[in-house]
Structures are given as C-alpha cells and as structure tokens.
C-alpha cells in the first residue's frame, strides 16, 4: 500500500471538494455514519485510508470506512458507494 496516495495534499483537496461541492453528503455522512442524526453542520476535516474525520456542529466526529482505502480512486469510489447507502431523510438539499 502507498501512503503517499492519501497524502495529506490529497487529502485536503478531497475535503475542499466535498466541503465546496456535496455539502449534504458530509451532512448526510455525519448523520448515518457518525451517529449524529440532528447534525445541521459539517465539514470534512480530513481523510485518510481508514477513516474520515469530520466536525459536527462544532465536535470532531471520525467515521471508520469498511475497508483501507488504497488511493485516491478508491477514496472517491468509496465516498460515493456510503453516499448511496444513506437514506434520503439524511441528506440535506
């Protein structure tokens, strides 16, 4: 496995994006998977390849993936597949 493919330049555009472009993703990620089904915040703070870390409503919340992640492909595909697991009364649009 390479580290350096999830290096921490990696993974702060992946957070950009996902702050900038899929809010209600990591809202949704933060309710479904992080257990804080009232959040009405949150921001990806960082990914790395077993977890993600997010702050909710202002407390660092960090969500385990189900498997190690080996790039950033794998990330983005990942992301997406919990994406699609999370009921629609979770996400905000």
Known sequence: MNEKLLSPD???RI???MNNDHKEAVIGYARHYGGKTRAT???MLSITQKT???????IEVEIQFDHTL????DAHKT???MLKGIPKKDLIT
């Open 52 to 58: 993600m870390t997010l702050e909710v409503d202002g």
């Open 41 to 43: 915040t949150a921001k």
């Open 70 to 73: 080996s790039d950033s492909e």
């Open 15 to 17: 957070c950009n994006h």
């Open 79 to 81: 992301l997406i597949a």
């Open 10 to 12: 990696v993974s702060q």
